[in-house]
């Protein structure tokens, strides 16, 4: 029998890339989901419905399987409107003390859960490269961040391996931001963005999901890692390599004016996401041997695009 593994959250795009990834690594994957996509019927995954906040059905997954990856959260991707702010934050707190209380009622516990979290935890410094030993920023995202993994300590249980997972701005073929960005850049748009000095700490999405395999898999991971390539860029740098990629000669410049503007009437987003950044290396990952597929932008890109 395939060893079982539980996604909450997993109805996304990171969800999607990592079932699919673990598939062929001879697992089975059950996706627990608010809604259940249309591409899931073609999939060999299995699904349960989840209201994100409560013990339902749904834990009934979580009896004898091998692990749980919580990958819960609503998307910051979007104006930061009180509203959608509570949200973020309650999305991510409450879905995983809902996962601890599930655990907690479980028999036959996973041996293992990794847990999603980011790194935007270290803030948006402009010079300064941030490792897991680096001190927190400040703001709104930090904030939420360190929320997201107080609930995750206090929500698992005594005796159960737990890795938390800071991830970074994941390059992927089927969602996430660079699809928009490729869209941007392929009409002529995709120049430097504000000041260009923004760092952009990305990962493919195939290291994404081997770090999380291997937060499944290996006995010795315990503990917060960042998961990002071990060579950050600027967006300068980024959006060059991106052009270079799509084979798009011209890429016009976004003033950081031009960039509030669109981001709040156009894109119904928040203009932070494109004018700051952080710059963070996975320095345990590296000590502990973890090899990096795609270590550099222009390989990573060359693959996806």
């Known amino acids: 029998m395939p060893k079982r593994i539980v996604i909450t959250g997993g109805t996304g795009f990171i969800g999607r890339s990592l079932a699919n990834q673990l598939h062929e690594a001879g697992y089975e994957s059950v996706l ?21 906040r409560t013990v339902g059905d749904w834990a009934q997954s979580l009896e004898g399987c091998t692990a749980i990856v919580n990958l819960a959260g609503r998307s910051v991707d979007c104006i930061k409107s009180p509203e959608n702010i509570d949200q973020i934050l309650r999305s991510r707190v409450e879905s995983t003390a809902a ?5 907690r009622q479980t028999t036959k516990k996973p041996d293992v859960w990794v847990q999603m979290s ?8 402009p010079d300064i490269t941030c490792t897991e030993a680096s001190p927190f ?23 159960m391996r737990g890795v938390i997972i800071r991830t ?12 928009s960005l490729l869209r941007i850049t392929r009409l002529g748009l995709g120049g430097t963005v504000g000041n260009g000095k923004q760092g952009m700490s990305w990962i493919h999405e195939h290291d994404m999901n081997a770090i999380l395999q291997r937060g499944i898999e290996d006995e010795s991971m315990s503990g917060p890692y960042i998961a990002s390539a071990p060579e ?11 052009r270079k990629a799509a084979g798009v000669h011209i890429g016009l410049p976004a003033p ?32 502990e041997g973890f090899n990096f597929r795609f270590p550099q932008l222009a390989g990573a890109l060359k693959d996806l695009v």
Not at 137 to 159: I, M, N, S, T
């Open 232 to 242: 950050p860029v600027d967006n300068r740098t980024f959006m060059k390599t991106l």
């Open 168 to 179: 970074s701005f994941v390059l992927g073929k089927n969602g996430g931001a660079l699809e």
């Open 32 to 52: 627990i989901g608010r809604s259940e996509p249309k591409w899931l019927a073609q999939s060999p995954h299995k699904y349960a419905r989840w209201d994100g």
């Open 99 to 103: 996962v601890g209380a599930a655990l």
């Open 137 to 159: 920023g400040y703001g709104l995202a930090p904030f939420v961040g360190e929320k997201w993994e107080a609930a995750f300590r206090e929500a698992l249980p005594d005796g």
């Open 118 to 125: 980011t790194a935007h935890l270290y803030g948006d410094s």
């Open 256 to 287: 950081a004016a031009l960039v509030r503007f669109g981001a709040h009437n156009i894109f119904r987003t928040d203009p932070e996401l494109a004018l700051y950044g952080r710059y963070v290396v996975p320095e345990r990952l590296v000590r």
